[in-house]
């Protein structure tokens, strides 16, 4: 089943969307948003999958086109975002830049940050910044949100708490961060409004896509059309998410709708490039002593997407510009 | 006006309350919850203010007694909660305790991290927590709830933005806080869920405890019925509400709901004592070379509570057990 929430009012209108993404159908009659979805999932899923496969089957009555331009994010706004960073190349190119080794805690103990949820941005949606100068970097992740989830739970028991599946650009702000991690209390002026998908997908819709506890499949990043990266998103993924889903749990229960990210994707294989623009950076110092890429500038443009093997879109697709923000 | 939510679903069910928290009434026909109140506070408050003036004039024929046991937290589940940390003594020891300095741009920059606001505890609700050995602290904080604040503001602007006027205890997990802040990601396993006092009062209810942008009087902190704390709320906070609404805003806009806190309230007159345990320890380090104050046991009380002149709470105060949890 694949859904999504319609821009309407501050939590969006959730619809049922068909598998490939040409035709939508109104679920008003069963669940008025995607939270509300997520609130009552075991009563309200079903019912969901029925009107879908009804979409599916023809059911052409209550059908209306999809377009992921009338998206806004699945969850516009969330309780939570947990947002992971599990692929650990990533953060073995970012300390080698800088002359240091990874951690070994990096590898029995994720790293995860606690992000901002109240405002997320649609799929579609400009990402609007202020100050150019700011470094502005998109990070290219697999998320997923779970139902309610209690304490303590042990991975194995968290992989059934997965029940979507979404892309996210978990936008940063590069020339903020190290001012900001400096004084160790994590992440705030330097993440702003993270965007996702159009679409949102059930695991079991997912096929060999998914393993129940993390993605795999091309991952594709442009900036202004030029590859960026073409990233196998389960290659590298050393945290899955089941053990990330543990992770925020260790210590309290999680509210149904929490979104769990994975951090941007990264493999070692070169060849595929990068999922954000300071991985490039990071690679550039180590080859040459000096980054050539630029960060985002006005007018920049990114997408962020994956195609089956058929070559459709699963989730429509991320396709975003920058935009200057000025205060008023 | 003084508002509340009584335990009911998932985001409770809002309330008016008289200015002595004797009666309430209800408002199901004004707004069913907090949040859609905060969603449309323009409209929906004038509305309010008229009930709870009717109240407050003798028109019982709604009125209810008001009862702290039977409220969830004023947002039992929130868009964002964002805690600075504004009261420098309590930083300065921590680092004293330590052999650091602060540093100078602590002066010019506020702190804050991005909390947990998934799951938020009612202030009669126990504090949950499955392993004693993580260093169970209270923290005795002011906190706000905003209105919809726009990305780039400036604290002049910020200061209308504060629309509800609050108590937290931002619950913590000592020992966990130096492994998970020296991974550098910010606070997550180390911060459960927080709890806020029973009510919320507007700005202009609070009288000359308000300033426009802090609040003043004493905060009474108690352990075991033995006084922690009896702050000043207002003597030593560094970063006033509206400094901090236009930190969080900085390259963000902030959702209707954003809950927005203090950090622990902190004097330099050490007769007034400390709004946490760790502040304690921390001066019993510096004094004596060891900490002696344990921090809590399952079966401990920790109570926090702002009274006015006459005596009488002003938030209903926050009174929890630490209780042990189980996972299933």
Redesign the interface.
Known sequence: MKLASLKHG?DGRLVVVTDDLTLMASVDDIAPTMQAAL?DWPCVSPRLADRAAALSAGDNAQAMEFDPVACAAPLP????W?DG?VYLNHMELVRKARGAEL?A??LT?A?????????MLGARDDI???DEE?GIDLEAEIAIITDDV?????PDGAAGHIKLVLLANDVS?RN?IP?E?G????????K??TSFSPVVVTPDSLGDAWDGRKMHGAVDVTVNDQRLGNLEAGADMYFDFAQLIS??A?????????IVGSGTVSNRDRSRGSGCLAENRTIETIETGTPKTPFLKFGDRVTIDMRDAAGASIFGGIDQKIMR????
């Not at 790293?111 to 405002?119: A, P």
């Open positions: 501050r609130d706004r969330a309780y939570q947990a960073s951690p805690s990096f103990d790293l995860m940050y606690q992000g901002g949820s109240d405002i609007e910044v202020i700011w209690p304490m303590g739970i042990v702000l903020l001012t991690l004084k160790g209390f994590g992440f705030f002026q330097s702003p409004a992770h925020a260790r210590t309290r229960h999680l509210g149904a709708g929490t923000y000025t205060p008023r």
